[in-house]
T-cell receptor, first 114, second 113 residues
Framework: GENVEQHPSTLSVQEGDSAVIKCTYS??????FPWYKQELGKRPQLIID?????GEKKDQRIAVTLNKTAKHFSLHITETQPEDSAVYFC?????????????FGSGTQLTVLP | DAGVIQSPRHEVTEMGQEVTLRCKPI?????LFWYRQTMMRGLELLIY????????DSGMPEDRFSAKMPNASFSTLKIQPSEPRDSAVYFC???????????FGSGTRLTVV
């Protein structure tokens, strides 16, 4: 099955700086890579995703890059703000027959210092 | 759409009691997933259904756990008997036919004392 590793486990940045979170995956058949943000006591929420047919995707201050050869993908947050503080999870999945099963990384606690 | 709806939001029960968690997926989504989240183990997939049929229950920790999906709009996760180590947040998620974009429910925080 798929195995997703995520680094770092904690990350502190100054407000306005950039933050980068990296993930690797094991299954070369995986073709969908979403990122979720989870604030304390709340549900994980999808913030951006990328499919294997593109190498980069951007949405305002958030971008994700994918290197299929190396089997790694990264989340980039620019101009960080205090409200970006949360736990971020990467995930990977292929299409396993009838459904798409997500395997999550272990999470990164991002703290943006004012 | 109201999103994925889970109940109850919080559950406190005594060891040995039966616990039933409920989930209503987004209308039109045909896949439903049950996850458990703990500090130690992160987000673990317990079981998932496609078109109401259980596809993979290899993540269910033991026979004390069971899940059903009697129709497209309702699923339950049952723990019987419950143990303190079952204390966690249980999330239900659903996704559309193409599988892109899971939506999570608000979760049920279970405490077994």
């Amino acid at each position: 099955g798929e195995n997703v590793e995520q680094h770092p486990s904690t990350l502190s940045v100054q407000e306005g700086d950039s933050a980068v979170i990296k993930c690797t995956y094991s299954d070369s058949a995986s073709n969908y890579f979403p990122w979720y943000k989870q604030e304390l006591g709340k549900r994980p929420q999808l913030i951006i995703d990328i499919r294997s047919n593109v190498g980069e995707k951007k949405d305002q201050r958030i971008a994700v890059t994918l290197n299929k050869t190396a089997k790694h993908f990264s989340l980039h947050i620019t101009e960080t703000q205090p409200e970006d503080s949360a736990v971020y999870f990467c995930a990977a999945t292929g299409s396993s027959g009838s459904a798409r099963q997500l395997t999550f990384g272990s999470g990164t606690q991002l703290t943006v210092l004012p | 759409d109201a999103g994925v709806i889970q109940s109850p939001r919080h559950e406190v029960t005594e060891m040995g009691q039966e616990v039933t968690l409920r989930c209503k997926p987004i209308s039109g989504h045909n896949s439903l997933f049950w996850y458990r989240q703990t500090m130690m183990r992160g987000l673990e997939l317990l079981i998932y259904f496609n078109n109401n049929v259980p596809i993979d229950d290899s993540g269910m920790p033991e026979d004390r756990f069971s899940a059903k999906m009697p129709n497209a709009s309702f699923s339950t996760l049952k723990i019987q008997p419950s143990e303190p180590r079952d204390s966690a947040v249980y999330f239900c998620a659903s996704s559309p036919r193409d599988g892109y974009g899971y939506t999570f429910g608000s979760g049920t925080r279970l405490t077994v004392v």
